[in-house]
């Protein structure tokens, strides 16, 4: 019996010695060069402010780029998970990037926290979606923030020009849902490519119908080229964007044409707008500190890296009760240490995952935004 006992105690101090001495390894897959570098640059930026150790254990970051390129992404993600053999994986900046890695993530049972938009990243949570999560908001809560501030203005019609991508879809989708049920009709829906150089055919055609307000869906720079169409050609109505338009390079590509126009976003951007109290000012005036400080100009593209570092932390304590890192029992425990998040504050959002809902973003992550003298101005924020 004390032989056995003795053995029992090697074996338990042979695996705390084990757990003591591994490496988290986290792959992450970002959107760095192509036409999503505008985010994938400040979401790497970010990646400054990982931290070294977790629990006692090293931290070892696996970074590669996917140049927006959704056969790239796949590429990268086999490898994360076949080469690499990381615990799990970040990224990628782009909805269809994020959907290509969804398959290769769950079929290696490796937890993945996407920094892309659509719902149908993470939803339904099926066999497959179990394994994926994501730090941004869910299309419905972006569009349930701009419907709302559409039908204050009193728009009662809009027209329509979308990426032609599933980020440009599953956005559009939301939207005319929303707003045939607060009666606002929509015209006309356009399309264009990311890599498009001329709307005009598109933008004369929805010009046509004298809609109150033009919705322009779309991510990073490209999303300026309708909008920049849209003004030189005399368009005076509203002018709304997506919060996947919402950094200092589209401000920057756009210029004066943005003027005036709408887009809803986190709230991050304005954080030192927001009311006193308000449950994310904190931690964004604390993100927005340390990148600014950095980087320059504040990114909501960024502050999803942030937060998505803040989660793993948080959850890698819950994980290393249950297994060591690098093995399957290890991603299994992160992935249900993941889905248990609640009450986190972040930079981004409130975050508030279930087994049903792998966003846990509410409205409180998100706030409508008006483009005033070439910067941010808070214009509406959810009640808290």
Sequence with gaps: MNRLRLLTGMVTLLFTATVAMA???????????????????????????????????NVKLVVYDDASDTTTAVQNTKRLVSEN???????????????????????????????????????????????????????????????????????????????????????????????????????????????????????????????????IVAVGTPAALPHTALVERGYKGKIYQTGGAANADFLRVGGKALEGSFLPASPVLVAEQLPNGYPTKAEALKFAKAYEGKYGPRSTFASHIWDALKIVEAAVPKALKKAKPGTPEFRQALRDAIETTKGYNGAYAVFNMSPTDHSGVDQRGMSVIKIENGKWKLEDHAKF
């Excluded at 890695?101 to 149908?120: C, E, H, Q, R, Y």
């Design 85 to 215: 053999k990381v615990d799990l994986i970040i990224g990628s900046s782009t909805t269809p990037c994020s959907l290509a890695m969804v398959d290769v993530a769950a079929g290696a049972k490796t937890p993945m926290l996407s920094v892309a938009s659509a719902s149908a990243i993470v939803a339904p949570v099926d066999a497959k979606r179990k394994w994926a999560f994501k730090v941004s908001a869910n299309d419905d809560i972006y569009a349930a923030a701009m419907v709302a501030h559409m039908v204050k203005k009193g728009v009662k019609s809009v027209g329509v020009i979308a990426v032609d991508d599933p980020y440009g879809e599953s956005n559009t989708q939301e939207y005319v849902k929303l707003a045939k049920k607060y009666g606002i009709k929509t015209q006309s829906i356009e399309k264009f490519k990311k890599t498009d150089t001329s709307v005009t055919a598109q933008v004369l055609k929805l010009m046509s119908g004298k809609p109150d307000a033009m919705f």
């Design 23 to 57: 490496d988290i390894t986290i792959g992450v897959n970002l959107s760095t060069t192509g036409p999503a570098a505008s985010l994938g640059i400040p979401e790497k930026n970010a990646l400054a402010f990982a931290p070294k150790t977790i629990a006692g254990q």
